[in-house]
């Protein structure tokens, strides 16, 4: 028997190294083999990767190379285009392919579980069935038990002979009589069937932005839907997906993490009258890669999820859209730091579909491509039905009388709206009861141990905790330097402002939503009910208030610390700052009630703050743009930063020093470095940090730049030191 001529595969072994090992395989594989999984020893381990091309059949010259153990699958786990994202993806952000099609995998195919997708037999009642009457059965007690229990539920065929042992028979005998009829199930994919119910009539700007999507279906074109909270952009949406699943196309909706509720998907599954498959943080793996599976085979009409279902496996995508495309939760924040959004246009630009990207306050990245021509604006201005727009007012604080970070015309107001049986939500975007320990009689301060930062001392348990690290004490009842008991709490948190609320509203529900009142699951949901089924109450929060829930009765909206972005050396703290700030007050004023939204300040004639107040996001937003441009930030320039973290104070900076001294070279007046410096916050969870950035003309020229530099920089030894490359980061911390 002639031996088969052995196969040179390159590899993408999930490593941080950015390139591609060589294995050989005795066993022929065609071409159809690139994109399969498969498992390889490396080093002394056995990982699960990926066969990413074919390499030519000499040996390469002295290299005794390792065989791959197994093929895990038959056919790609990714379609085409799917597969060319994750290459471009892998290139652009600079990192291990391996690595990236590791966060791409469901985590069971990431364990090598087979990628099928089961199906199961599911039995139910007919209608006749259904109305059996079960005292008919007396004489038949196993025929009335399992028609019993299929009037409470439908049943899979495992779990109806799990729970009726030997039941072979009787189900027979019940099936000639009609009463029963089985239906097959593919996997435990989380499908919604919708239900496809009419919703309210479209109004003209609506129409119209309805009108220029659909127009485009069948073809790339990119819009931005900017409209204020409340104008009805979900509607645009429902209306935009109807047509493109009409075209017997899929539809790819991305939401932000904490967009995702319940009433979201109810509302989506309500209106549209196909599978829609969710894909978020709360589902359990074989969930998930059921799924996965299902939007892969075509079997879902509509994927809506959250950052990582970018990576799903759709068969036909006719339409993508990302809502709220300004949150900073698209862009994973380690590992593997890609843009869910911009991977979203990708993926329309390759499928000729058009993407719609939503939001009340668009990022400057979105209004500059408008700006360019390279994306269509869309805008609704109307808030959708009768709701009326909040009107902002700056409560200026400078010498006014302050209690527990409160002031006296804020408290003023809020009675006005308790009076009224109405709610109110206060808005602090800081947790716990005060974010300083200091000493009063020699000014020292409770700093974390292992950052750069003070601990935040937490009223409930009398504890010390660290927002950045996690380090937590017992909070200490003496000054660490001088031993005083003349310890001070300076400033006010979420908690702090929940306190003072109880003392001077003792007839009021206060509610407080913040990271450290929902920590239990469900608690989340528990308290938004209670706000939902309740008057004249006070919510107090973090910005988990801000996104996504819907609050009927809030009509007034009390910002307590709008300061917090001015200060910050983040180049985007300002454009942040005003997306919460609208993002909260759009809470105010959702229903009939008309809200108000009061933002206490000590810097009322601060022109960002003024313009925003006066002439709102879109002239703020232009202003902005204006000042970036002047100093040559993004999305005027491209950034990428490198960050290391060592032990030791200098290890870090020294090895991004090095990393420079590679790059130096290959700069150009395109190519701007700034660094090595120590990172806004030097020391962080016991480690130093600094940072290293480069700036360049366009995308294009910093890609090239990495791409030239990184080989370089790959040959470095990273002693001790833990580094990373963020293109395009989202913050310079
Ligand atoms: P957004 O997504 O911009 O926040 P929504 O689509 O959620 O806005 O709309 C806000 C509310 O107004 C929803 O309750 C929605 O059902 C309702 N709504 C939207 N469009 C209309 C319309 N044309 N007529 C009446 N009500 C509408
Ligand atoms: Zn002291
Ligand atoms: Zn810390």
């Not at 058009?354 to 869309?378: D, F, M, W």
């Not at 007839?507 to 989340?524: A, E, F, P, Q, W």
């Amino acid at each position: 028997m002639p031996s088969q001529p052995i196969q040179y595969l390159k590899i993408a072994v999930p490593t941080p190294l950015r390139r591609l090992f060589t294995y050989t395989s005795n066993q022929s594989l065609s071409e159809q083999a690139i994109g399969c999984r498969v498992w390889v020893p490396f080093g002394r381990r056995r990982l699960l990767a990926v066969i990413a091309a074919e390499t030519s059949t000499n040996t390469p010259n002295g290299v005794k190379l390792k065989s791959i153990e197994e093929v895990i699958d038959r056919e790609p786990l990714w379609p085409k285009e799917l597969w060319a994202m994750l290459n471009w993806a892998a290139q652009y952000y600079q990192h291990a392919l391996g690595d990236v099609l590791n966060t791409a995998m469901p985590a069971l195919l990431r364990q090598g579980k087979a990628a099928e997708y089961p199906s199961q037999l599911i039995w139910s009642l007919t209608p006749e069935g259904e109305h059996v009457d079960l005292t008919s059965l007396q004489r038949a007690p196993r025929q009335r038990a399992i028609m019993q229990a299929l009037q409470q539920s439908e049943l899979s065929d495992t779990a109806l002979r799990e729970q009726f042992p030997g039941c072979s028979e009787v189900i027979k005998k019940l099936s000639s009589r009609n009463w029963l009829q089985t239906y097959e199930q593919k996997g435990q994919a989380d499908i919604w069937q919708g239900d496809g119910e009419a919703g309210p009539d479209l109004n003209a700007e609506q129409k119209s932005a309805v009108n220029s999507i659909t127009d485009s279906l069948g073809q790339y074109k990119t819009f931005l839907l900017e409209g204020v909270t409340g104008s009805g952009k979900t509607e645009v949406y429902l209306h935009t997906i109807e047509a493109c699943i009409k075209q017997g196309r899929q539809a790819l909706v991305l939401i932000p993490e904490i967009g995702l509720t319940p009433q979201m998907i109810q509302r989506f599954s309500k209106r549209l009258g196909c599978r829609i498959g969710v894909l978020h943080s709360g589902l359990s793996d074989s969930e998930r890669l059921h799924t996965w599976l299902a939007a892969r085979c075509g079997d879902l009409d509509v994927v809506l999820g959250t950052r990582s279902a970018i990576f799903t496996a759709m068969k036909d995508i006719g339409l993508v859209i990302v809502d709220e495309e300004h949150d900073a939760s698209y862009k994973q924040q380690d590992s593997f730091r890609y843009s869910a959004r911009d991977l979203a246009i990708w993926r329309a630009s390759h499928n000729n579909a058009p993407i719609v990207l939503g939001s009340a306050t668009p990022s400057l990245e979105s209004l500059s491509n408008v700006q360019q021509g390279r994306s269509n604006l869309l805008t609704l201005k109307q808030r959708a039905g009768n709701a009326k727009p909040p009107q902002l007012k700056l409560l200026d604080m400078r010498s006014q009388p302050i209690d527990e970070g409160l002031s006296d015309r804020l408290v003023q107001v809020m009675k006005t709206h308790l009076d009224n049986n109405q709610q109110v939500l206060l808005f602090l975007n800081r947790r716990g009861f005060s974010p300083t320990l200091m000493c009063h009689d020699c000014g020292w301060i409770a700093h974390c141990p292992r950052c750069e930062t003070n601990m935040t001392y937490h009223q409930i348990d009398k504890r010390l905790r660290c927002h950045h690290c996690g380090s937590e004490r017992r909070a200490d009842h003496t000054c660490g330097d001088c031993q005083s008991e003349n310890l001070l709490n300076i400033g006010a948190g979420t908690e702090r402002i929940e306190t003072a609320l109880q003392k001077r509203f003792q007839d009021v529900d206060v509610i407080r939503i913040d990271r450290d009142t929902t920590r239990r699951k469900g608690s989340l949901e528990k308290l938004l009910q209670k706000v939902q089924a309740g008057q004249r109450q006070i919510l107090i929060g973090t910005q988990m208030l801000a996104k996504g829930h819907h609050f009927p009765n809030v009509t007034m909206v009390g910002i307590i610390d709008a300061d917090q972005g001015l200060h910050s050396p983040e180049f985007r703290a300002p454009e942040r700052m005003a997306q919460l700030i609208l993002q909260v007050a759009g809470r105010a004023g959702r229903a009939e009630q008309p809200g108000e939204v009061y933002i206490q300040t000590h810097h009322p004639d601060h022109p960002q703050v003024l313009t925003l107040i006066q002439s709102g996001y879109p002239e703020f937003a232009r202003q902005l743009l204006a000042e970036r441009k002047e100093v040559g930030l993004p999305p005027y320039t491209a950034m990428a930063i490198f960050r290391a973290e060592a032990v030791d104070r200098h290890s870090a900076q020294d090895f991004l020093q090095q990393i420079r001294q590679c790059l130096a070279p290959l700069a150009n007046e395109q190519i701007q470095l700034y660094g090595a410096m120590p990172a806004p916050m030097e020391k962080r969870a016991g480690r130093f940090r600094a940072q290293l950035i480069v700036q360049a003309s366009s995308r294009a020229k910093l890609q090239a730049f990495l791409a030239r530099g990184l080989e370089h920089i790959e040959n470095l030894k990273a002693y001790k030191v833990r580094w990373s490359l963020d293109v395009d980061p989202i913050d310079t911390y």
